[in-house]
C-alpha cells in the first residue's frame, strides 16, 4: 500500500517525520501511503519510535486522518498490537533511530508491496514496474523465472530480479544500517481436514451467512461499487451475496465477453443472473476479441516495461477497469479465491479432480531452467493463512485496479471462509457443488450453474497467440533475449511452437507460450 524512499541518514534522532500533501517527509525520505475512500492512513510516534499504516477501511469506523500523532510508549506498543491481532489487510512501516527500518504486513496482501536496497536507500511500490530503476538486470533470479516458465508459480519472496523482493503475508522486512534487506517470516498457519456433517444437515445457510459477513466488510456503496461478473460460479456467488445486503442496489456488473459459441452462451447465462438479481444493478462489457495481448494496441506491444507479474488478460480487464473508472465506481468485487476454497485436497483426489499444474515440461523451457525444476519448491514462504494461490492472483490484479483508481475486494478470501471450507466434506467441494446447489435454489434455468460448454480464455489466447505471438517469438529469435543468453529459454523449442502455431496445428497447451513471450517483455522492450 506505499510507495516509499527511506534512508538511515534521515533516522536520527531529533529528525521529525511531517505530513505534507500526500505523503509523510523527513530529509530526503519518503513515505507515500495508496490514498482511496476505502483505505485510512495513519501516523504514531512516541518519541523516538515512528509507525506508519495503511489499513483497508471497515464498515463501522471513521478514516484516521494521517498527521503524525504523539502518543506514549504503551499506547504505541498497544496501537501496533491491535493492527496485528484485529486487522487483516494493512501494510506498516517502523523507523527507529540506531535500529532497522522495519516494514510488515498482514494475512490479506489486497496490494502488494514490493522492497529494492539499493545504494543505502530502501526503495519501496505496490507496482512491480515502478522499482525497474533499483533493478539489476545482471542479477537475475533464475529459480523465480523458471518457475514463471515452466507454469509453476509457488508462493515467494523472489521475483525476477535478486535485488527486489515481496513482502509475503504476515512477513517482516528488516532494512540495517549496513543497506541490507533481510526478510523474516512467519510460523506456518495451522489448517485443518475435512469433516462429516451431522444428517441432514445443510452446510449453505452458514457458508451463506459467511460470505455476507466477508461481503459487508468494506463500507461499499451500490452506485459506486462493481462485480467482475463472468457469469461463472465463483463471481455469481459473490453476485448474489452482493445484492442481499441492504447497500447491494445499483452495483454495476462488468464482463469480459468471450469469442464465439462461448461469448454467446456468457451474454445468455449473464443476462439470466442480473434479470434474476434485478435491485437496479446496470451491466459493462468488453469484448476479449478486441483486446488481444501482443496486438497492436495491446500493452505487451509498446515500448516499455512490463512488470513480469502482469495478467495475460490485462488489455480487456484494464479496457473493463478504465470503464469502471469512467463511471465513477471506487470498489470492484472479484471471484478470486472460489477454486482454492472448493479445492480439492491431494489425499481426495482419487478421480483426477484436484491440482492446477500440468505434468508436462513445456518445449520452450532452456537448459537451466530445466536443471532448476527439482529446486521449484525451495525457498517458499510457510503455509499461509489463505491459500497461497489466492495471494498470488491478488499481487497479480491488485496494481492493476490501483491505477485505475479502483479498490479490490475478494470476499472468497475471508479466512473464516477459507477454513469453514477446510471443514465441508468432499461432496461439497467436488465440482463446486456448493456453489452450482446456490445457484441451482435461486430457480434460474440449470444453464447458469451447468453450462454445456466450457468457457474460458484458451481460444483467445491460442489466436492471439497466432496473429500476434508468432511474430513478437520470431523477433526474439531474431535479436536475442536475456532469457536465451541464461539458458532460460531454448530457442528451437520456442520456434517450433511459433511453427506450429502459425500452421494451425498447435499443440494443446502451445497457447501458455505466452507467459514466456511475458517473461521476456519483463526484460526488454521492443
Same mark, same amino acid.
Given at each position: 500500500?506505499?510507495?516509499?524512499?527511506?534512508?538511515?541518514?534521515? !533516522?536520527?534522532?531529533?529528525?521529525?517525520?511531517?505530513?505534507?500533501?500526500?505523503?509523510?517527509?523527513?530529509?530526503?525520505?519518503?513515505?507515500?501511503?495508496?490514498?482511496?475512500?476505502?483505505?485510512?492512513?495513519?501516523?504514531?510516534?512516541?518519541?523516538?519510535?515512528?509507525?506508519?499504516?495503511?489499513?483497508?477501511?471497515?464498515?463501522?469506523?471513521?478514516?484516521?486522518?494521517?498527521?503524525?500523532?504523539?502518543?506514549?510508549?504503551?499506547?504505541?506498543?498497544?496501537?501496533?498490537?491491535? &493492527?496485528?491481532?484485529?486487522?487483516?489487510?494493512?501494510?506498516?512501516?517502523?523507523?527507529?533511530?540506531?535500529?532497522?527500518?522495519?516494514?510488515?504486513?498482514? +494475512?490479506?496482501?489486497?496490494?502488494?508491496?514490493?522492497?529494492?536496497?539499493?545504494?543505502?536507500?530502501?526503495? *519501496?511500490?505496490? /507496482? &512491480?514496474?515502478?522499482?525497474?530503476?533499483?533493478?539489476?538486470?545482471?542479477?537475475?533470479?533464475?529459480?523465480?523465472?523458471?518457475?514463471?516458465?515452466?507454469?509453476?508459480?509457488?508462493?515467494?519472496?523472489?521475483?525476477?530480479?535478486?535485488?527486489?523482493?515481496?513482502?509475503?503475508?504476515?512477513? +517482516?522486512?528488516?532494512?540495517?544500517?549496513?543497506?541490507?534487506?533481510?526478510?523474516?517470516?512467519?510460523?506456518?498457519?495451522?489448517?485443518?481436514?475435512?469433516?462429516?456433517?451431522?444428517?441432514?444437515?445443510?452446510?449453505?445457510?452458514?457458508?451463506?451467512?459467511?460470505?455476507?459477513?466477508?461481503?459487508?466488510?468494506?463500507?461499499?456503496?451500490?452506485?459506486?461499487?462493481?462485480?467482475?461478473?463472468?457469469?461463472?460460479?465463483?463471481?455469481?456467488?459473490?453476485? &448474489?451475496?452482493?445484492?442481499?445486503?441492504?447497500?447491494?442496489?445499483?452495483?454495476?456488473?462488468? +464482463?469480459?465477453?468471450?469469442?464465439?459459441?462461448?461469448?454467446?452462451?456468457?451474454?445468455?447465462?449473464?443476462?439470466?443472473?442480473?434479470?434474476?438479481?434485478?435491485?437496479?444493478?446496470?451491466?459493462?462489457?468488453?469484448?476479449?476479441? !478486441?483486446?488481444?495481448?501482443?496486438?497492436?494496441?495491446?500493452?505487451?506491444?509498446?515500448?516499455?516495461?512490463?512488470?513480469?507479474?502482469?495478467?495475460?488478460?490485462? /488489455?480487456?480487464?484494464?479496457?473493463?477497469?478504465?470503464?469502471?473508472?469512467?463511471?465513477?465506481?471506487?470498489?470492484?468485487? +472479484? *471471484?478470486? *479465491? *472460489?477454486?482454492?476454497?472448493?479445492?480439492?485436497?491431494?489425499?481426495?483426489?482419487?478421480?483426477?479432480?484436484?491440482?492446477?499444474?500440468?505434468?508436462?515440461?513445456?518445449?520452450?523451457?532452456?537448459?537451466?531452467?530445466?536443471?532448476?525444476?527439482?529446486?521449484? /519448491?525451495?525457498?517458499?514462504?510457510?503455509?499461509?493463512?489463505?491459500?497461497?494461490?489466492?495471494?498470488?492472483?491478488?499481487?497479480?490484479?491488485?496494481?492493476?485496479?490501483?491505477?485505475?483508481? &479502483?479498490?479490490?475486494?475478494?470476499?472468497?478470501?475471508?479466512?473464516?471462509?477459507?477454513?469453514?471450507?477446510?471443514?465441508?466434506?468432499?461432496?461439497?467441494?467436488?465440482?463446486?457443488?456448493?456453489?452450482?446447489?446456490?445457484?441451482?435454489?435461486?430457480?434460474?434455468?440449470?444453464?447458469?450453474?451447468?453450462?454445456?460448454?466450457?468457457? !474460458?480464455?484458451?481460444?483467445?489466447?491460442?489466436?492471439?497467440?497466432?496473429?500476434?505471438?508468432?511474430?513478437?517469438?520470431?523477433?526474439?529469435?531474431?535479436?536475442?533475449?536475456?532469457?536465451?543468453?541464461?539458458?532460460?529459454? /531454448?530457442?528451437?523449442?520456442?520456434?517450433?511452437?511459433?511453427?506450429?502455431?502459425?500452421?494451425?496445428?498447435?499443440?494443446?497447451?502451445?497457447?501458455?507460450?505466452?507467459?514466456?513471450?511475458?517473461?521476456?517483455?519483463?526484460?526488454?522492450?521492443?
Amino acid at each position: 500500500m506505499f510507495h516509499f524512499r527511506i534512508t538511515h541518514d534521515d !533516522n536520527l534522532p531529533g529528525r521529525d517525520w511531517i505530513w505534507r500533501a500526500s505523503r509523510w517527509q523527513c530529509g530526503t525520505s519518503w513515505i507515500e501511503p495508496y490514498r482511496h475512500v476505502l483505505t485510512e492512513q495513519a501516523a504514531l510516534t512516541d518519541g523516538t519510535r515512528t509507525l506508519f499504516t495503511s489499513v483497508a477501511r471497515r464498515s463501522s469506523e471513521r478514516p484516521a486522518r494521517p498527521e503524525v500523532v504523539t502518543v506514549s510508549p504503551d499506547a504505541y506498543d498497544k496501537a501496533f498490537r491491535e &493492527l496485528r491481532e484485529l486487522r487483516d489487510d494493512w501494510t506498516a512501516v517502523q523507523v527507529e533511530p540506531g535500529r532497522a527500518i522495519q516494514v510488515t504486513t498482514g +494475512t490479506a496482501c489486497t496490494s502488494p508491496q514490493y522492497l529494492a536496497a539499493d545504494a543505502g536507500v530502501l526503495h *519501496g511500490s505496490w /507496482d &512491480l514496474a515502478s522499482l525497474r530503476d533499483q533493478q539489476h538486470p545482471d542479477r537475475l533470479d533464475h529459480l523465480a523465472i523458471t518457475r514463471h516458465l515452466a507454469l509453476r508459480a509457488r508462493y515467494s519472496a523472489a521475483t525476477f530480479w535478486q535485488d527486489v523482493r515481496l513482502l509475503t503475508e504476515r512477513a +517482516t522486512a528488516h532494512f540495517a544500517a549496513d543497506g541490507s534487506l533481510a526478510i523474516q517470516f512467519p510460523d506456518p498457519a495451522e489448517h485443518t481436514r475435512a469433516r462429516s456433517l451431522q444428517k441432514g444437515k445443510d452446510p449453505i445457510p452458514l457458508f451463506a451467512d459467511l460470505l455476507e459477513r466477508a461481503v459487508t466488510r468494506l463500507p461499499w456503496t451500490g452506485s459506486k461499487t462493481a462485480v467482475q461478473l463472468s457469469g461463472g460460479m465463483d463471481s455469481t456467488t459473490v453476485a &448474489l451475496a452482493m445484492r442481499t445486503t441492504p447497500q447491494g442496489a445499483g452495483v454495476t456488473a462488468g +464482463t469480459v465477453i468471450l469469442d464465439a459459441e462461448r461469448g454467446a452462451q456468457q451474454t445468455e447465462r449473464l443476462q439470466l443472473v442480473l434479470e434474476h438479481i434485478a435491485s437496479g444493478w446496470s451491466s459493462l462489457t468488453v469484448q476479449a476479441a !478486441n483486446h488481444l495481448p501482443y496486438g497492436p494496441a495491446s500493452r505487451f506491444s509498446r515500448p516499455v516495461w512490463v512488470s513480469p507479474t502482469t495478467d495475460i488478460y490485462a /488489455d480487456a480487464l484494464d479496457a473493463l477497469s478504465g470503464r469502471f473508472s469512467e463511471a465513477g465506481i471506487k470498489a470492484v468485487f +472479484t *471471484g478470486i *479465491g *472460489g477454486d482454492e476454497l472448493m479445492a480439492i485436497t491431494a489425499a481426495e483426489d482419487t478421480g483426477g479432480w484436484g491440482g492446477f499444474e500440468p505434468a508436462d515440461t513445456p518445449p520452450w523451457l532452456g537448459r537451466t531452467a530445466q536443471a532448476l525444476l527439482p529446486d521449484i /519448491d525451495k525457498a517458499i514462504t510457510p503455509a499461509a493463512v489463505v491459500p497461497e494461490t489466492t495471494l498470488m492472483a491478488k499481487a497479480v490484479c491488485g496494481p492493476a485496479f490501483l491505477r485505475h483508481g &479502483l479498490w479490490p475486494a475478494h470476499p472468497l478470501t475471508d479466512p473464516a471462509l477459507v477454513r469453514f471450507c477446510e471443514w465441508l466434506p468432499l461432496k461439497w467441494r467436488q465440482d463446486k457443488q456448493l456453489m452450482r446447489v446456490i445457484l441451482a435454489r435461486t430457480g434460474m434455468p440449470s444453464q447458469v450453474a451447468r453450462p454445456p460448454i466450457v468457457e !474460458n480464455f484458451q481460444q483467445i489466447i491460442t489466436e492471439a497467440m497466432r496473429r500476434y505471438g508468432v511474430p513478437r517469438a520470431r523477433q526474439i529469435l531474431a535479436d536475442g533475449s536475456p532469457l536465451i543468453d541464461a539458458g532460460l529459454i /531454448d530457442p528451437d523449442g520456442l520456434g517450433q511452437v511459433a511453427a506450429r502455431l502459425e500452421a494451425g496445428t498447435p499443440a494443446a497447451s502451445d497457447h501458455e507460450v505466452v507467459f514466456a513471450l511475458l517473461a521476456d517483455s519483463a526484460l526488454t522492450r521492443r
